[in-house]
Each structure stands twice: as C-alpha cells, then as structure tokens.
C-alpha cells in the first residue's frame, strides 16, 4: 500500500510560488492572467491567516482582533473570506489611523488595516511576490523578502572597500522612510 502524505497549506503555497516563480524567469515577457483564483484558493488563504496571526497585530478600524477570529472559528473566518472573493463582494475597509511618537517629538501616522484586509493582502502578496521577485536585480533591496536596511548597508559597504573607484548612489533617506 502506498500511503502518499499530505501536504500542508505552507508547502502547497511553497510548490505554487515556485511554479510561478519559475514561470517568470523562464519567459521574462509572459504575462500572467489568470491569478485572481488563486489568491482564494483555501491553503493559499491559510497560509496567509498564519501569517498574519503570527504577526500578533492590532485590530483595524472595525474592532476585531486575532482572539476574536479564534473564538468565532479560524475556518468560518476563512471560508467566508473566499465566499466574497469568489462572489465578488470583498472591499476593503478604511484603516485605522495611529500616531507613534518619534524621538524628536512629532509623531508618524500608522494605519492599520483590519485583520480580514490584512489576510487578502497576505494571500495577494503570496500569489504576487514571486512574480515581481524575477524582475528585480540582485542589488535591489527596498521591499523584498529576505532583505533588510542592514543587508543593503553591508553590500554598499563590501562595494566601497573593493579596490578600484567606485560610485554607488543610494537612495538611503527614502529607504528609511524619511519624509518627504
């Protein structure tokens, strides 16, 4: 008997990135079309809830938290998700507006989105990502997964210290969010 194992939501979205990822590099001109599908499938959207919970943030602008989501059932939430995206009848809610005060006394605006907006934009972000990741450059950092401020810092640095002469621009003051 051959006993073939499950795969969870996290490496079914693994086995999808990949394909589309892949899909991307191979032909740098395809488009793809047909994705809307895919960011409802229900692993897909698992995956996404994971995500976001492990986040722990806060509610949006209509109160609901993570433990709220838990009481009243995590595939309920998730199953009524998929029914208006397939049907066509998800819209996002405005977000919630917070200051954090910064260290020279004024004070950067937050907004948070409730916690269903944030699981469609973590599904979005997961069909998404890998098709954009095969357009960027290895030298690109801002917004990409697995790289940081940091990171981008030690390549400039490892750059300047080669011998040869060198010119690097860098748009530093708007990596770090400066305004504007």
Avoid at 90 to 119: A, E, F, M, N, S
Avoid at 124 to 149: V, Y
Wanted: net charge positive; with cysteine.
């Amino acid at each position: 008997m051959n006993a073939k194992r499950l795969t969870t939501p996290k490496e079914n979205v693994q086995q999808l990135q990949e394909k589309l990822g892949h899909a991307a590099k191979e032909n740098k001109k395809r488009r793809f079309h047909a994705l809307y599908d895919k960011v409802y499938r229900m692993d897909i959207l698992e995956e996404a809830w994971r995500r976001v919970r492990a986040n722990k943030g806060s509610a949006g602008i209509d109160g609901e938290t993570i433990s709220d989501i838990e009481k009243q059932g995590e595939a309920h939430f998730l199953q009524e998700c998929q029914r208006r995206l397939k049907e066509g009848k998800y819209h996002p809610q405005p977000v919630r507006r917070h200051y954090i005060p910064k260290k020279d006394g004024k004070q950067r605006p937050l907004g948070i989105p409730t916690i269903r907006d944030r699981v469609i934009q973590m599904a979005t972000k997961l069909i998404m990502e890998p098709i954009f990741e095969a357009d960027f450059q290895e030298s690109s950092f801002g917004f990409r997964p697995k790289r940081s401020a940091k990171g981008a810092l030690d390549r400039i640095r490892k750059a300047c210290n080669r011998k040869g002469n060198w010119v690097v621009d860098v748009d530093i003051q708007g990596y770090f969010g400066a305004p504007r």
